[in-house]
């Protein structure tokens, strides 16, 4: 990989733990809402939140209907969501001021998938660019402040108008970095949205398999399972 030159990293479940973030976020929002925060309500609201996804099918982001208007299609689903939770508990909430509540809760969170991560993408800084490529709302990009020091640039898909695993987000990334595909890794947990999409770009691409570390996928130029093994690999 002696033309490796810039390094882009997926946010959730790859930099920061997206399962810490959100338990944290729906506390928020059940303190919002005057719902007792209780082991039940997890349960509650976990079932709320899978069937609204369901009922809005925003799990599979290759859809065509998904790549057209998804963060409009996430921030209504999200209301049901809360709808759901509303008459569940018998409350008077605004949805949508729930939504609100649930994205800042978000952006304020920044519980790293490992101890070692920041320091590990600061040394990473000191060799190649480092890009941040998400999936996600613009509301929340706050929560990446503790990167953007070592950061080269910065794509979230809100503001691109078309989400991974996309072409046309791959390709606005590299429009974006004046670069050639084979010049940039593609570092993430999806299979699907990070490996595959980045793989079609002609990018290079490491699979972090950190929640999953005895599966295979043969997608990937390599697997690593912590951020410290992606540093004895690069540096």
Known sequence: MSKLKYLIFDVDNTLL?????????????????????????????NGF???????FGLNDTSLPEN????HLKYRIYAARHYEYLAEKYKVDIDPFKMVTVFLNALADTHYTMEKETLEVYKALSEKYKIVIATNSVFEVSRRLDIFRPYTYKIFISDELHCIKPSPDFFNAVIKGL??????????????????????RAGMKTCWYKRMKPNSENTEADFAIVSMLELKEKLL
């Open 178 to 199: 004046d670069c050639s595909p084979d010049e940039c890794l593609m570092i993430g947990d999806s299979v699907g949205n990070d490996i595959i999409g980045a793989k």
């Open 17 to 45: 733990d997206f399962d810490v973030s959100f338990m944290n976020s729906e506390r928020a929002v059940a303190k919002a809402a005057g719902i007792p925060i209780t082991d039940e309500y997890f349960e509650t609201d």
């Open 49 to 55: 939140m899978w069937k609204a996804w369901d009922e």
């Open 67 to 70: 790549q057209e208007d998804y």
